[in-house]
């Protein structure tokens, strides 16, 4: 069944510090492919998005996200967290006319 | 843009009474949808919209959920009668248009039903 996954669903990380988010797929081809991130009482703001070209994709707030087709992965990356990215990420899948999203995972961020 | 407005942005009332929630997309933009966002079950898609016409309801939980886009610039989400499981953040979010994947939501409207 087409799916996405986000194993974590809190992570706690002291600012200053590397961060990466794991979100994994399953569908039939390479789907599009998003990264959101909801502060509390917000709406989705879109991170970065992949549909084809270059795995590594930049985007906004210092984030970048690597598509692995061999893992069927889009890990979310930020090498260095400030206190202000504390909220909740969401993976999403494109495919077909339809868009996924995965159950989140909230990030804290330790001063 | 003004992105993508919703209203109310919050919502108290009592199990029973009629609701509505009301969107305006981002303007030009030619896809709408519905979401709904508890703690227990994540972010639903409700229904979605392209070019004011419904192409899929079939998250709209049940028949007390109805939904409407009379024009490109303006959508409802009706709950009639509302009952407390109903209680939830409800967005609206837009998309460009065909070949354009990436949706742009709204704030929300939470909803508390008593």
């Known amino acids: 069944a087409q799916s996405v996954t986000q194993p974590d669903i809190h992570i706690t990380v002291s600012e200053g510090a590397s961060l990466e988010l794991r979100c994994n797929y399953s569908?039939?081809?390479?789907?599009?492919l998003f990264w959101y991130v909801q502060s509390p009482g917000q709406g989705l703001q879109l991170l970065l998005k992949?549909?084809?070209?270059?795995?590594l994709v930049q985007g906004i707030k210092g984030f970048e996200a690597e598509f692995k087709r061999s893992q069927s992965s889009f890990n979310l990356r930020k090498p260095s967290v400030h206190w202000s990215d504390a909220a909740e990420y969401f993976c999403?899948?494109?495919?077909?006319?339809?868009?996924?999203f995965g159950a989140g995972t909230r990030l804290t961020v330790k001063p | 843009d003004a992105g993508v407005i919703q209203s109310p942005r919050h919502e108290v009332t009592e199990m029973g009474q009629e609701v509505t929630l009301r969107c305006k997309p981002i303007s030009g933009h030619n896809s709408l949808f519905w979401y709904r966002q508890t703690m227990m079950r994540g972010l639903e898609l409700l229904i979605y919209f392209n070019n004011n016409v419904p192409i899929d309801d079939s998250g709209m939980p049940e028949d007390r959920f109805s939904a409407k886009m009379p024009n490109a610039s303006f959508s409802t989400l009706k709950i009639q009668p509302s009952e407390p499981r109903d209680s939830a953040v409800y967005f609206c979010?837009?998309?460009?248009?065909?070949?354009?994947?990436?949706?742009?939501f709204g704030p929300g409207t939470r909803l508390t039903v008593t």
């Open positions: 569908y039939g081809a390479t789907p599009y």
């Open positions: 999403a899948v494109g495919y077909n006319n339809d868009m996924r």
């Open positions: 979010a837009s998309r460009p248009g065909q070949g354009a994947w990436e949706q742009y």
């Open positions: 992949y549909f084809s070209g270059d795995t």
